[in-house]
């Protein structure tokens, strides 16, 4: 079994995937990862809902199991990008049919977007807005039952990008990071300034 990580702004272990090299820096707060090529947490909504659709759910993770209650986990992502769909990722995850993932991800058109996924069975996909550089903000939040995505160009003011509820949520949920390359040759990501806090986000459109 894979040892687990601390960092110390989380106040909770978290595990690496099996055959992840993630790294904890000497900067506190600071993790990175260079996901290998072809790698991704995707289940085609093309494939439909049949449990013989394994979808693509190989890249490295490092979650872990927040305390009961709201809260609010946040990062300045950096990603290398290369490729098509390399991605800094904020994923939440109740098991390989039920997740969801804030992704700061390089577009077809050669764009970074902010791109967002919630997956209840197959998943979904839908693009935020572009960024202009490799570096963003992101963040996932819990209220009550629900969860919230947003992101930020300055980790000050922050805009919403997904509302939702994950199914079955007497489950344990986890919640970390994940970096991808699903048609590259592999892809270094890096999340510093990490920050959680265990209160409630009062407000999801005001920017705050």
Same mark, same amino acid.
């Given at each position: 079994?894979?040892?687990?990580?601390?960092?110390?702004?989380?106040?909770?272990?978290?595990?690496? #995937?099996?055959? #992840?090299?993630?790294?904890?820096?000497?900067?506190?707060?600071?993790?990175?990862?260079?996901?290998?090529?072809?790698?991704?947490?995707?289940?085609?909504?093309?494939?439909?809902?049949?449990?013989? #659709?394994?979808?693509?759910?190989?890249?490295?993770?490092?979650?872990?199991?927040?305390?009961?209650?709201?809260? +609010?986990?946040?990062?300045?992502?950096?990603?290398?990008?290369?490729?098509?769909?390399?991605?800094?990722?904020?994923?939440?995850?109740?098991?390989?049919?039920?997740?969801?993932?804030?992704?700061?991800?390089?577009?077809?058109?050669?764009?970074?977007?902010?791109?967002?996924?919630?997956?209840?069975?197959?998943?979904?996909?839908?693009?935020?807005?572009?960024?202009?550089?490799? +570096?963003?903000?992101?963040?996932?939040?819990?209220?009550?039952?629900?969860?919230?995505?947003?992101?930020?160009?300055?980790?000050?003011?922050? #805009?919403?990008?997904?509302?939702?509820?994950?199914?079955?949520? +007497?489950?344990?949920?986890?919640?970390?990071?994940?970096? +991808?390359?699903?048609?590259?040759?592999?892809?270094?990501?890096?999340?510093?300034?990490?920050?959680?806090?265990?209160?409630?986000?009062?407000?999801?459109?005001?920017?705050?």
């Amino acid at each position: 079994m894979t040892a687990p990580l601390y960092v110390p702004t989380v106040p909770f272990a978290l595990a690496p #995937s099996a055959g #992840s090299a993630w790294v904890v820096d000497d900067v506190p707060g600071t993790v990175r990862v260079t996901a290998p090529p072809r790698t991704d947490v995707f289940l085609d909504p093309r494939d439909g809902v049949s449990s013989d #659709s394994a979808g693509v759910l190989n890249a490295p993770t490092l979650l872990g199991t927040p305390p009961a209650g709201d809260f +609010q986990l946040t990062a300045r992502v950096t990603v290398d990008f290369a490729a098509t769909f390399d991605a800094g990722v904020l994923l939440l995850h109740v098991d390989d049919r039920h997740w969801g993932k804030l992704c700061f991800e390089y577009s077809p058109d050669g764009v970074p977007l902010i791109v967002s996924v919630v997956t209840r069975g197959v998943s979904d996909d839908a693009n935020g807005f572009a960024v202009d550089g490799n +570096q963003v903000w992101l963040r996932v939040s819990r209220i009550g039952a629900a969860y919230a995505y947003h992101a930020s160009l300055d980790g000050t003011r922050w #805009s919403l990008v997904r509302h939702f509820a994950l199914a079955d949520p +007497q489950r344990v949920v986890t919640v970390g990071f994940e970096g +991808q390359s699903p048609t590259g040759d592999g892809c270094a990501v890096t999340f510093d300034r990490i920050g959680f806090t265990p209160t409630r986000l009062g407000d999801l459109r005001d920017g705050s």
